[in-house]
Protein backbone atom coordinates (compact mmCIF):
# COMPACT_ATOMS: atom_id res chain seq x y z
CA UNK A 1 0.00 0.00 0.00
CA UNK A 2 1.60 3.20 -1.31
CA UNK A 3 0.08 5.39 1.85
CA UNK A 4 0.37 3.15 5.19
CA UNK A 5 0.54 4.65 8.36
CA UNK A 6 0.39 8.36 6.83
CA UNK A 7 -2.26 10.21 7.99
CA UNK A 8 -4.58 12.48 6.05
CA UNK A 9 -7.44 14.74 6.34
CA UNK A 10 -9.95 15.27 4.13
CA UNK A 11 -12.41 18.41 4.26
CA UNK A 12 -16.19 18.20 2.63
CA UNK A 13 -15.62 14.48 3.57
CA UNK A 14 -19.60 13.37 4.19
CA UNK A 15 -20.11 13.22 0.61
CA UNK A 16 -19.63 12.97 -3.44
CA UNK A 17 -16.31 13.69 -4.48
CA UNK A 18 -15.09 13.71 -0.39
CA UNK A 19 -15.87 10.09 0.09
CA UNK A 20 -14.15 8.98 -2.95
CA UNK A 21 -11.01 10.80 -2.09
CA UNK A 22 -11.25 9.24 1.61
CA UNK A 23 -12.15 5.30 0.15
CA UNK A 24 -9.25 5.52 -1.84
CA UNK A 25 -6.65 7.03 0.59
CA UNK A 26 -8.10 4.59 3.22
CA UNK A 27 -7.29 1.86 0.55
CA UNK A 28 -3.85 2.78 0.47
CA UNK A 29 -3.26 2.19 4.12
CA UNK A 30 -3.87 6.14 5.13
CA UNK A 31 -5.75 6.70 8.13
CA UNK A 32 -8.07 9.22 7.45
CA UNK A 33 -10.43 11.92 9.31
CA UNK A 34 -13.21 12.99 7.69
CA UNK A 35 -14.16 16.82 8.52
CA UNK A 36 -17.08 18.32 7.59
CA UNK A 37 -19.97 20.68 8.48
CA UNK A 38 -22.37 17.69 8.52
CA UNK A 39 -21.06 15.97 11.46
CA UNK A 40 -23.89 13.39 11.20
CA UNK A 41 -23.02 12.86 7.95
CA UNK A 42 -19.10 12.73 8.07
CA UNK A 43 -19.92 9.81 10.95
CA UNK A 44 -22.07 7.69 8.70
CA UNK A 45 -19.78 7.64 6.02
CA UNK A 46 -16.38 7.23 8.47
CA UNK A 47 -18.56 4.13 9.77
CA UNK A 48 -18.35 2.64 6.34
CA UNK A 49 -14.82 3.31 5.71
CA UNK A 50 -12.89 0.88 8.54
CA UNK A 51 -11.36 1.95 11.79
CA UNK A 52 -8.97 4.04 11.23
CA UNK A 53 -11.32 6.66 9.75
CA UNK A 54 -12.79 9.22 12.30
CA UNK A 55 -15.40 11.86 11.72
CA UNK A 56 -15.32 15.59 12.89
CA UNK A 57 -17.92 18.40 12.53
CA UNK A 58 -16.18 21.71 11.24
CA UNK A 59 -16.97 24.80 9.08
CA UNK A 60 -13.90 24.41 6.64
CA UNK A 61 -14.34 28.12 5.66
CA UNK A 62 -13.71 28.90 9.32
CA UNK A 63 -9.92 29.26 10.73
CA UNK A 64 -10.63 28.47 14.04
CA UNK A 65 -13.07 25.47 13.57
CA UNK A 66 -9.82 23.71 10.96
CA UNK A 67 -7.52 24.67 13.44
CA UNK A 68 -9.89 22.88 16.00
CA UNK A 69 -9.94 19.91 13.38
CA UNK A 70 -6.78 19.61 12.28
CA UNK A 71 -5.47 19.81 16.24
CA UNK A 72 -7.67 16.87 17.06
CA UNK A 73 -6.99 14.65 14.21
CA UNK A 74 -3.04 14.77 15.58
CA UNK A 75 -3.66 14.29 19.09
CA UNK A 76 -5.87 11.26 17.52
CA UNK A 77 -3.51 9.77 15.22
CA UNK A 78 -0.17 11.01 16.46
CA UNK A 79 0.20 13.89 13.58
CA UNK A 80 -0.30 14.90 9.66
CA UNK A 81 1.01 13.91 6.59
CA UNK A 82 -1.87 14.98 3.71
CA UNK A 83 -4.51 17.63 3.74
CA UNK A 84 -6.93 17.56 1.18
CA UNK A 85 -8.77 21.18 0.79
CA UNK A 86 -12.16 19.47 -1.16
CA UNK A 87 -14.87 21.22 0.39
CA UNK A 88 -16.70 23.43 -1.72
CA UNK A 89 -19.44 23.67 -4.01
CA UNK A 90 -20.93 24.90 -6.77
CA UNK A 91 -24.19 26.98 -7.51
CA UNK A 92 -26.16 29.36 -10.01
CA UNK A 93 -24.88 32.43 -8.72
CA UNK A 94 -27.79 34.75 -7.86
CA UNK A 95 -30.26 33.12 -9.70
CA UNK A 96 -33.41 34.40 -8.17
CA UNK A 97 -35.97 35.77 -10.31
CA UNK A 98 -34.07 34.23 -13.54
CA UNK A 99 -35.54 31.29 -13.90
CA UNK A 100 -32.67 29.92 -15.50
CA UNK A 101 -28.65 29.28 -16.63
CA UNK A 102 -26.36 31.49 -18.15
CA UNK A 103 -26.92 34.50 -14.85
CA UNK A 104 -25.90 37.32 -16.16
CA UNK A 105 -22.61 38.85 -14.13
CA UNK A 106 -24.68 42.08 -13.14
CA UNK A 107 -27.47 40.36 -11.11
CA UNK A 108 -25.23 38.51 -8.86
CA UNK A 109 -25.62 39.41 -5.94
CA UNK A 110 -22.71 40.75 -3.63
CA UNK A 111 -24.18 38.06 -0.79
CA UNK A 112 -24.16 35.46 -3.09
CA UNK A 113 -20.60 36.26 -4.72
CA UNK A 114 -19.32 36.45 -0.90
CA UNK A 115 -20.62 32.79 -0.12
CA UNK A 116 -19.07 31.27 -3.25
CA UNK A 117 -15.83 32.83 -2.47
CA UNK A 118 -15.89 31.25 1.49
CA UNK A 119 -17.15 28.26 0.25
CA UNK A 120 -14.86 27.78 -2.45
CA UNK A 121 -12.04 29.60 -1.71
CA UNK A 122 -11.71 30.80 1.93
CA UNK A 123 -12.25 26.75 2.84
CA UNK A 124 -8.39 26.35 1.11
CA UNK A 125 -6.87 28.82 2.87
CA UNK A 126 -8.41 27.68 6.19
CA UNK A 127 -7.87 24.74 5.61
CA UNK A 128 -3.77 24.90 4.59
CA UNK A 129 -3.06 27.26 6.99
CA UNK A 130 -4.12 24.64 9.73
CA UNK A 131 -2.07 21.86 8.23
CA UNK A 132 1.21 24.03 7.27
CA UNK A 133 2.41 23.88 11.03
CA UNK A 134 1.79 20.56 11.11
CA UNK A 135 3.46 19.05 8.13
CA UNK A 136 6.66 20.80 8.44
CA UNK A 137 6.68 18.99 12.16
CA UNK A 138 6.41 16.18 10.18
CA UNK A 139 9.72 16.86 7.61
CA UNK A 140 7.09 17.26 4.86
CA UNK A 141 4.16 16.05 3.44
CA UNK A 142 1.30 17.00 0.73
CA UNK A 143 -1.57 19.23 0.27
CA UNK A 144 -4.06 18.79 -2.49
CA UNK A 145 -6.65 21.45 -3.09
CA UNK A 146 -9.61 20.56 -5.01
CA UNK A 147 -10.29 22.93 -7.95
CA UNK A 148 -12.32 22.26 -10.98
CA UNK A 149 -11.81 22.96 -14.61
CA UNK A 150 -14.40 26.37 -13.97
CA UNK A 151 -11.23 27.91 -12.60
CA UNK A 152 -9.48 27.12 -16.04
CA UNK A 153 -12.15 27.86 -18.42
CA UNK A 154 -15.10 30.40 -18.38
CA UNK A 155 -18.35 28.94 -17.34
CA UNK A 156 -21.21 31.75 -17.84
CA UNK A 157 -23.43 29.89 -15.38
CA UNK A 158 -21.35 30.19 -12.35
CA UNK A 159 -18.52 32.90 -12.56
CA UNK A 160 -18.38 33.35 -8.94
CA UNK A 161 -17.51 29.95 -8.53
CA UNK A 162 -14.88 30.05 -11.29
CA UNK A 163 -13.05 32.66 -9.88
CA UNK A 164 -12.88 31.30 -7.07
CA UNK A 165 -11.85 27.47 -8.23
CA UNK A 166 -8.82 30.09 -10.19
CA UNK A 167 -7.96 31.32 -6.70
CA UNK A 168 -7.53 27.78 -5.36
CA UNK A 169 -5.01 26.88 -9.05
CA UNK A 170 -3.26 30.27 -8.15
CA UNK A 171 -2.63 29.63 -3.83
CA UNK A 172 -1.75 26.09 -4.93
CA UNK A 173 0.64 27.62 -7.21
CA UNK A 174 2.20 30.03 -4.77
CA UNK A 175 2.01 27.79 -1.61
CA UNK A 176 3.73 25.20 -3.80
CA UNK A 177 6.71 27.38 -3.67
CA UNK A 178 6.83 28.92 -0.69
CA UNK A 179 6.95 25.31 0.96
CA UNK A 180 9.43 23.73 -1.05
CA UNK A 181 12.40 23.75 0.89
CA UNK A 182 9.76 22.06 3.50
CA UNK A 183 9.58 19.28 1.56
CA UNK A 184 5.40 19.88 1.48
CA UNK A 185 4.69 19.46 -2.15
CA UNK A 186 0.99 21.12 -3.26
CA UNK A 187 -0.78 20.37 -6.12
CA UNK A 188 -4.58 21.23 -7.58
CA UNK A 189 -7.17 18.36 -9.01
CA UNK A 190 -9.50 19.93 -11.45
CA UNK A 191 -12.53 17.71 -11.91
CA UNK A 192 -15.22 18.02 -14.96
CA UNK A 193 -18.66 17.12 -15.35
CA UNK A 194 -19.32 14.60 -11.98
CA UNK A 195 -22.92 13.61 -10.38
CA UNK A 196 -23.23 15.85 -7.46
CA UNK A 197 -25.59 17.58 -5.97
CA UNK A 198 -24.94 20.60 -7.14
CA UNK A 199 -25.50 19.08 -10.77
CA UNK A 200 -28.75 17.85 -10.07
CA UNK A 201 -29.73 21.16 -9.10
CA UNK A 202 -28.46 23.38 -12.26
CA UNK A 203 -29.57 19.94 -14.72
CA UNK A 204 -33.29 21.11 -12.88
CA UNK A 205 -33.04 24.60 -14.05
CA UNK A 206 -31.78 23.17 -17.38
CA UNK A 207 -34.73 20.95 -17.37
CA UNK A 208 -37.30 24.63 -16.74
CA UNK A 209 -35.53 26.55 -19.28
CA UNK A 210 -34.59 24.11 -21.93
CA UNK A 211 -37.40 22.83 -24.18
CA UNK A 212 -35.59 19.93 -25.40
CA UNK A 213 -34.86 18.75 -21.77
CA UNK A 214 -38.54 19.42 -20.26
CA UNK A 215 -39.33 15.61 -20.26
CA UNK A 216 -36.08 14.34 -19.23
CA UNK A 217 -35.06 13.99 -15.77
CA UNK A 218 -32.04 15.71 -14.05
CA UNK A 219 -29.65 12.26 -14.29
CA UNK A 220 -30.54 12.14 -18.18
CA UNK A 221 -29.83 15.81 -18.62
CA UNK A 222 -26.70 15.21 -17.00
CA UNK A 223 -25.78 12.28 -19.10
CA UNK A 224 -26.49 14.26 -22.64
CA UNK A 225 -23.77 17.01 -21.46
CA UNK A 226 -21.42 14.57 -20.77
CA UNK A 227 -22.44 12.90 -24.12
CA UNK A 228 -21.97 16.59 -25.88
CA UNK A 229 -19.22 17.50 -24.22
CA UNK A 230 -16.61 15.14 -23.19
CA UNK A 231 -14.12 13.90 -25.87
CA UNK A 232 -13.56 10.37 -24.23
CA UNK A 233 -17.75 10.17 -24.10
CA UNK A 234 -18.01 9.33 -19.89
CA UNK A 235 -18.58 11.02 -17.00
CA UNK A 236 -15.95 11.64 -14.16
CA UNK A 237 -16.51 9.77 -11.01
CA UNK A 238 -15.17 10.52 -7.32
CA UNK A 239 -12.97 7.25 -7.63
CA UNK A 240 -11.28 9.20 -10.61
CA UNK A 241 -10.41 12.36 -8.24
CA UNK A 242 -9.81 9.83 -5.03
CA UNK A 243 -7.24 7.65 -7.35
CA UNK A 244 -5.27 10.88 -8.16
CA UNK A 245 -5.16 11.67 -4.90
CA UNK A 246 -3.84 8.68 -3.54
CA UNK A 247 -1.03 8.87 -5.98
CA UNK A 248 0.43 12.76 -5.64
CA UNK A 249 0.13 11.89 -2.00
CA UNK A 250 2.34 8.93 -2.46
CA UNK A 251 6.66 8.38 -2.86
CA UNK A 252 5.80 8.01 -6.68
CA UNK A 253 5.11 11.58 -6.80
CA UNK A 254 7.89 12.45 -5.09
CA UNK A 255 9.35 15.42 -7.66
CA UNK A 256 5.41 16.93 -8.49
CA UNK A 257 4.96 19.65 -7.43
CA UNK A 258 2.44 23.10 -8.40
CA UNK A 259 0.49 21.34 -10.72
CA UNK A 260 -3.21 21.71 -11.31
CA UNK A 261 -4.45 18.60 -13.25
CA UNK A 262 -7.92 18.21 -14.51
CA UNK A 263 -9.51 15.27 -14.54
CA UNK A 264 -12.16 15.81 -17.50
CA UNK A 265 -11.85 13.57 -20.16
CA UNK A 266 -10.61 16.24 -22.40
CA UNK A 267 -12.95 18.52 -22.04
CA UNK A 268 -10.40 21.43 -21.08
CA UNK A 269 -9.08 20.45 -25.12
CA UNK A 270 -11.72 21.93 -26.88
CA UNK A 271 -11.62 25.59 -25.40
CA UNK A 272 -10.53 27.69 -27.92
CA UNK A 273 -10.80 24.91 -30.39
Known amino acids: MQLEDRVAIVTGGARGIGVGIARCLAAEGAKVALVDVDGAGAEATAATLGTEVIAL ?5 READMAAATDRTVEHFGGLDIFV ?29 DEQLATNLRTTFAGSKAAIPHLKRRGGGTIVNIASIAGLIPIVATP ?7 GVV ?6 ALELASDRIRVNAICPGL ?22 LEPRE ?18 EDVGKLVAFLCSDGAHNITGQ ?3 VDGGITLRVGN
Open 194 to 215: LWTRAWETLAMMMKMSTPRYAD
Open 85 to 113: NNAGGASPDGLAGIGGIGNPFTRITEAAW
Open 221 to 238: IFLDQVKRGVPLGGEQTP
Open 160 to 166: AYGAAKA
Open 57 to 61: AADAS
Open 170 to 175: SLTRSL
Open 260 to 262: AIS
